[in-house]
């Protein structure tokens, strides 16, 4: 069931790493959890900056497109997906995204999509009873070899760290340090907040760039690991879902850099399978754009792995 929770004055910030799933109660579906605000930061390119479609008019003509509108009626999606949820904020580090505010549907590409935010937050706030913060920072089009290269990578191969990377990190800490003021509601939890997990939902582009792919498992360690030192928080939990590719090395690269940082820390990384959701035989169909289910399964499947 959707919760709403009360927003009160921040008497302090605390930050640091928190397990959303600790203190289940075996008579209750919910997590009870430390008030505290469970924060998450999203990050990736156009799968994560979300092509779901609101209306059928902007689902085009890509085969397999279906819009959130079309969902509802046809009763796969109950139509309280519509309504803002007052216990989730979202703040999308993004030129054409919605403003922050409550989650609704609209914080996709622009104002007309839907991204994993939304089956994320609605799967998450179902089942833990605290406020959730979900940061984006997404740009389409952008590799992980070039735009967002960790600075540990860049250094073993005297480049420039990924552009994207550095304003992710500083548009995330300069979120945290206006966080009462700007980013947040004016009234926040009075246990402050604890940042959850980093997400990431990437890959596409790595494909067509020389070497890449090839650089892709070392890249995404580098990445975690970089974001984890950038935040101080060594035992950050990473999300890493598992972006359309036609390129199987692309996806042994994900689940192998997910199989390194396990083997240096236990139980600190999720690997959410989204490949059964791309059908590469039907042309166009190789991403989850302009399709709103697919984008609310990606976000539900984060969520559970979060969860268990």
């Known amino acids: ?53 609101l209306k059928a008019q902007d689902a085009t003509d890509w085969p397999m497109s279906e819009s959130l509108e079309e969902l509802i009626e046809r009763g796969d999606e109950d139509a309280s997906i519509m309504d803002a949820r007052e216990d989730i904020w979202v703040h999308f580090d993004n030129e054409t995204a919605l403003s922050p505010a409550f989650l609704r549907p609209g914080y996709g590409a622009d104002e007309r ?54 304003a992710m990190i500083n548009g995330f800490n300069e979120f945290l340090g206006d966080g009462v003021k700007h980013g947040f509601p004016e009234e926040i939890a009075t246990d402050g907040y604890s940042i959850a997990g980093f997400i990431w939902l990437q890959g596409w582009n790595d494909q067509f760039e020389d070497g890449y792919v090839e650089q892709y498992e070392d890249n995404l360690v580098a990445l975690v690991e970089d974001v984890r030192s950038d935040l101080d928080l060594p035992s950050l939990t990473a999300i890493i879902v598992e972006g359309p590719t036609l390129d199987e090395e692309l996806r042994t690269a994900r689940i192998n850099a997910v199989a390194r940082l396990e083997s240096k820390q236990a139980n600190s990384v999720r690997y959410v399978e989204t490949h059964d959701l791309v059908q590469e035989e039907i042309e166009g169909n190789f991403h989850f754009h302009f399709n709103a289910g697919n984008y609310l399964e990606v976000g539900r499947r984060t969520a559970q792995s979060i969860l268990k």
């Open 1 to 53: 069931m959707n919760r709403t929770c009360s927003w009160l004055v921040a008497a302090h910030i605390l930050i640091g790493c928190s397990d959303p799933t600790n203190n289940i109660d075996d008579d209750d579906d919910t997590l009870l959890v430390p008030s505290m605000t469970q924060v998450y930061l999203m990050a990736g390119q156009s799968n994560m900056e979300g092509y779901g479609p």
């Open 113 to 166: 999509f839907l991204g994993p935010e939304l089956g994320l937050g609605h799967q998450l706030g179902d089942a833990i009873d605290t406020p959730i913060v979900l940061y984006k920072s997404a740009v389409g089009g952008s590799t992980l070899g070039g735009d967002w290269l960790p600075p540990s990578a860049a250094l073993t191969t005297g480049v420039q760290a990924g552009p994207l990377y550095e």
